[in-house]
């Protein structure tokens, strides 16, 4: 009886481990009728969606240091150098800067600036050897943002999301193709 139980548990086992080598391989298997979706990042770069949020941009003329970018940060991360001209009655800024190291890119800074002189890029790298280089000044902040379209070094894809109905290789696409669906403001004009 000792050795009929042995040989039903190995047989257990023999089918258990079976049926989970076959999990395994059909998992494989999916996977290998899918299309790839490598993006070979130093030549080919994926263009960010319409609502991306990256570095910010700073426009140091349309600041008016009213500093609600501050208070409405959840880590009161802008900082606000100004100092208040008695002739004109106003507030004029000496400084402005934002540390990307501890920004968490939420954009509320963005969203309630009263002016409009805060923006959101593309630009999503920021990588550097030094978490100082991170912190960027009304110089820094106020450069022109980087396109990845405009790079004439990089191949840019558009995301699977982005594609045309029925496209789903983003290589070789024409340059004028347009996504599936429709905008935002051609949904507008449409209800019209």
Known sequence: MKFLKQ???????????????????AVTFDHMQRRPVTVQYPYEK??????????????????IACEVCVRVCPI????VDWEFNPETKKKKLNHYSIDFGVCIFCGNCVEYCPTNCLSMTEE???STYDRHELNYDNVALGRLPYKVTEDPMVT???????????????????AGSRRAGLRPEEIVDTEK
């Open 7 to 25: 040989v039903s548990d190995y047989t257990k086992e023999t089918v258990q481990a079976a049926k989970f080598i076959g999990q395994g391989l």
């Open 124 to 126: 999503y790298e920021l």
């Open 156 to 174: 840019p894809l558009r995301e699977f999301a982005y594609l045309p109905k029925g496209v789903i290789e983003p290589h070789g696409l024409p």
């Open 46 to 63: 994926l263009i960010p969606s319409e609502r991306f949020r990256g570095r910010i941009h700073f426009e140091f003329d349309k600041c």
């Open 76 to 79: 009161n991360l802008p900082v």
